[in-house]
Structures are given as C-alpha cells and as structure tokens.
C-alpha cells in the first residue's frame, strides 16, 4: 500500500465517520422547532406549532433529508476509497526499462500495426 492508498483511506474513513456524526447531531428546524437526531427518528422536542410549522412533520421530513445527504456522503466516500485503492504504481521492471519482464500490462495498438509496451507505464 503506497502513500496516495492509505491517504484515501485515511480521507474515505473520516468522511464516513463525518456522515455519522451529522446524522446523530440534533437540529432545529426553522429556528424553532428542535428535532432529535435523524438517525434516532427526528422526533420533535417540543410539540407547539410555531406559524405554518408543524414540529412532527417537518422533523420527520427534515431528518430524511439529513439521512439522505450523509448516506450519499458515506457511498461516495466508499467509491472513491475503493477507486483509490486500485491505483497501482509501475513495477520496478518497468521503471529500470525491462519492459519484457514487466507483469499485469496490456497489449495496446497504437498506429497501424505497431503495438505498444505491456507494461502498466506506457
């Protein structure tokens, strides 16, 4: 595992961890109503209608919002983690020119009938 794999590890965990974190913060819905955290059910915590609100409703809607946007946080930081960690950086054949020995490449046509290096460098 190279320096960019364990950085995006690194990044990938503290960003799902993140999206956690914001689901299990209460929230106060039009600086009124206080809800509990969505991922505990965003129940109200005061039960007065303060205008055109309505504490259940609103809360219920409200923290389906906060769950959707930290789900979506935590998939795309599981994404590109796993992108990340696919990264590979040439083999040490492939760096010293031994493009014969390199393994893991591809043959890759680049003009008419030529064909390019196998290794994952070119």
Do not use: Y
């Not at 794999?5 to 690194?10: D, H, L, S, W």
């Not at 993140?18 to 059910?41: D, E």
């Not at 309505?54 to 979506?72: H, I």
Request: aromatic share 4%.
């Amino acid at each position: 595992m190279n320096a960019i794999q364990r950085i995006g590890a690194v990044v990938a965990l503290s960003i799902v961890a993140l999206a956690i974190v914001f689901a299990l913060m209460p929230f106060t819905f039009a600086g009124s109503v206080k809800c509990g955290p969505a991922l505990l059910g965003s129940k109200p915590r005061t039960v007065e209608s303060v205008g055109l609100t309505q504490p259940a409703r609103d809360c219920a809607r409200t923290g389906t919002s906060r769950l959707a946007v930290s789900g979506v946080m935590a998939i795309l930081a599981v994404a590109a983690g796993a992108g990340i960690s696919q990264i590979q950086p040439p083999g040490k054949d492939c760096r010293e020119g031994r493009h014969g020995d390199c393994h893991g490449g591809w043959p890759a046509l680049i003009g008419a009938r030529r064909l390019a290096c196998q290794c994952s460098c070119h």
